[in-house]
DNA sequence: CCTTTGCATTTTGCATTCATTATTCAGATT
DNA sequence: AATCTGAATAATGAATGCAAAATGCAAAGG
């Protein structure tokens, strides 16, 4: 027999899930945001049932705020959620780190080397967007690696919880400076393949990621 | 002003996704089963479109599984899930009592202890329900006292999506003397305020739950 | 006897409709 | 002028209706 892939299915309410998510990602729907169903039922050319199915999935994931009869907004994060949230994917991120030590192959530690090479490359050009890129890579990989899939999709939807603030503002140039030293010592570790020295520097990345993000609100406040 | 309490709005689906939650938690509605909307709707005297959203939410928690024009399925939760999830569950926890080692008042560690020596008594008595009861309350006090809400609820979430093994299946003599061990190695780091020992028992207890799941999947596998 | 095919029934996906609750804004009142 | 009132408007919550898909079952064929 030949083994054609399944043919896909999907409901409009998945299909509204993803797009919403994606819009959110990318700043279209902004945090604070009111969303207002018939004008997002006419955009997606789809009726308020399925949309109305989408939406609460998408508060069950925290990533819009739903108020009885009083519609929908995009969840702001506040500095309080940062600080619960940032720990809690250091976490995810450590444990990533330590399955990821156990499993890796030398073909998947090559390849967080040439990944990570680019990356510092971008960093040097002063070259913000592809540096952005191959950093959220070298996580995804590092995560593909640990093969835990339940984690990788923890991570990621925490990760878009907080990602909205993100396109807001930009690093400081010490900020970045850090980040980037943050991931020599992570890969450091991973040719080392010293877990409890990856669990510390990965949940000190977190920390310093959840600093620049409250530096980033304090400046939304600010200005 | 007199401060009243506020009057508290629920829409239908999140008074159904708690209901439901609830069935699956005490084991009304069983892995594996299948959910037909009709038939729901009429126990519960609403109509589809609410009971709709609420099984979506659900959904997207991974209590439930959804296919396409086919229905609605409580999740199964397979030997692959335990191994995924238990050790998330252990980052969590460990921490949980991270923080709480950093924030718990003599108060808060005697109510511990208090909980601790209860759950024993009731080992010792051989017990089981009880001792389940204080077990959790133990778990959910230092939660409590991490004082993380997300954190919180995220354990909470796996915990109920692993949760629907745990009636079908009780725990051997040996292995309910080791939960008890792990307790005690619990108590006596947060005694000391250990928190690298802390976090090193937590995961280890979460790992010893995760055999215990084990065992019971193989158990229900052979009988 | 087992498998296959076609039909009747059930169930699901989505649109539409109706009722209830917010929101807006003009006009009245202080 | 600022605030309050309330009717008009718009949005939300939930029920109903309808078309498409799946399921179950009986009869036909191997």
Known sequence: MHDSP????????????????????????????KIVEPELC???????????????VLAAE?????SPNRGARVARISPEAVEELFPIMGMLEALA???CI??????????????????????????????GRLNRQVHEEIFRIAGNGALAALYQSLLIRTHAI??????TPERWAEAVDDHERIMAAL?????????????????????VVHEALKQLDDG
Do not use: C
Not at 10 to 21: G, K
Not at 42 to 50: A, I, K, W, Y
């Open 6 to 33: 399944l043919i896909e299915r999907r409901s409009l309410a998945t299909e509204l899930v993803e797009r919403l998510r994606g819009l959110i990602q990318e700043g279209q729907l902004r945090p604070g945001d």
């Open 42 to 56: 006419e955009r997606f050319g789809v009726s308020r049932t399925p949309l109305r199915e989408a939406l609460k």
């Open 62 to 66: 925290g990533l819009i705020d739903l």
């Open 97 to 99: 780190g330590e399955l």
């Open 102 to 131: 156990g499993r890796m192959s030398a073909a998947d530690l090559a390849l967080l080397e040439a990944l990570h090479a680019r990356m510092v490359a971008h960093w040097r050009a002063g070259e913000w967007a592809p540096y």
């Open 166 to 171: 993100r396109f807001m503002a930009r690093k």
């Open 191 to 211: 040719r080392a393949r010293d877990a409890s020295a990856l669990n510390l520097i990965m949940r000190e990345h977190l920390r310093h990621k959840a600093d």
